[in-house]
């Protein structure tokens, strides 16, 4: 079962636009995490928003989880070639350790 | 600073075989977890751990064992492999602490299985 929807699931850009990747579910999250992953290695933590209406900036991308905890949203202002990669949302529930991943949106960024 | 381990990174398999993934970390972690992902599936849990002799299933748990006897180690097994799991497969860890940070994982960098 797929809690997690991510949209769109490839998105191809030039250098120094801008894009906005999306993460919806029907479920309450009591966090929501989003990863980055490089071909030939495992998923890299970008950041962890937990407060419904949280918006956290890291550099160029700015994350915003949404007010009932039930979706979030990854934008990347300017985008670079190094920002190309595969963006994985993942929402944990309750009080347990396990997540659920959405599959995920591969990002190409050519100069 | 070593983090999450996992051994082999590449593995070829005959139908029928069985092999174990070994998943090493040493940053005291409580939590453990394997998941595989396939092409347009994304990352699915396949069994975790909250503790060394605790293991529970995940969202996909046929023809895979597991064992948790020590807080470092979580291999995987796969009892007679099939080439419906042909898959990268990921061991992640993470620790015990508030709401929002006892979820964050972290991964290794995969171990790539081919099944013949």
């Known amino acids: 079962t797929q809690l997690l929807e991510q949209s769109p699931q490839f998105l191809s850009i030039q250098e120094g636009e801008n894009l906005t990747v999306y993460c919806n579910s029907s479920s309450v999250f009591s966090s929501l995490q989003w990863y980055r992953q490089e071909p030939g290695e495992g998923p890299v933590l970008l950041v962890t928003v937990v407060t419904g209406g949280e918006v956290k900036k890291l550099k160029r991308l700015t994350f915003q989880f949404g007010d009932a905890r039930k979706d979030s949203s990854l934008h990347i202002t300017a985008a670079q070639p190094g920002d190309t990669g595969l963006y994985l949302c993942a929402g944990a529930t309750g009080s347990g350790y396990a997540l659920n991943f959405g599959k995920g949106t591969s990002l190409l960024v050519t100069p | 600073n070593a983090g999450v381990t996992q051994t082999p990174k590449f593995q070829v398999l005959k139908t029928g075989q069985s092999m174990t993934l070994q998943c090493a970390q040493d940053?005291?972690?409580?939590?453990m977890s394997w998941y595989r992902q396939d092409p347009g599936m994304g990352l699915r849990l396949i069994h975790y751990?909250?503790?060394?002799?605790?293991?529970d299933q995940g969202e996909v748990p046929n023809g895979y064992n597991v064992s948790r006897s020590t807080t470092e180690d979580f291999p995987l097994r796969l009892l007679s492999a099939a080439p419906s799991q042909t898959s990268v497969y990921f061991c992640?860890?993470?620790?015990?602490?508030?709401?929002?940070?006892?979820?964050?994982?972290?991964f290794g960098a995969g171990t790539r299985l081919s099944v013949l």
């Open positions: 751990s909250v503790g060394a002799g605790i293991t």
């Open positions: 940053m005291n972690h409580e939590y």
């Open positions: 992640a860890s993470s620790f015990s602490g508030t709401s929002g940070a006892k979820n964050i994982q972290y």
